[in-house]
């Protein structure tokens, strides 16, 4: 997946916030009005849009002599395609995601264990602070100090 330039990103993001209202895409004018504060010409975000489209990251489909765009992916999952971009610039993957892991939040952290959780299955196991979902089915679950 490719980064996004400053222009690219500001037009995606009108996208995204326009996905749900708009299923059947926003057409250049619109993209434009609605980045209004950046007071860009109709051909400059045109170009932008049709680059967008040349990467992938975008879909247009032809509505009379207009083309209509919408993004190609949530931007979710390209900010998750990015993370795992990120973590194959070099290195230890291994590393890189305790690093990540240790700074994240309480509440990110739950997020993660859940979202693990879900994804390999979790298993609940007698722990010492109690009953412990463990998303590691196979490994011991991991306690409170070990897991921040």
């Known amino acids: 997946m490719t980064r996004l330039g400053d222009l690219e990103r500001a037009v995606m993001d009108v996208l995204w916030d ?53 993004p190609a992916a949530t931007r979710e999952a390209h900010i998750a395609q990015l993370m795992l971009e990120a973590l194959d610039l070099g290195g230890s993957r291994d590393a890189a995601l305790v690093r990540f892991a240790r700074s994240v939040t309480g509440t990110e952290a739950d997020v993660l264990r859940a979202a693990l959780g879900a994804e390999a299955g979790a298993t609940v196991e007698d722990g010492p602070a109690g009953r412990v979902e463990n998303p590691r089915p196979g490994r011991p679950a991991l306690d409170e100090a070990t897991d921040r």
């Open 18 to 70: 326009a996905a749900p209202a708009s299923s059947g895409g926003v057409t250049v004018r619109e993209v434009a009005d609605a980045l209004d504060g950046r007071e860009l010409a109709y051909t400059t975000v045109m170009t932008v849009l049709d680059r967008l489209a040349g990467k992938g990251m975008v879909q247009r489909e032809r509505e009379g002599r207009a083309w209509r765009y919408r």
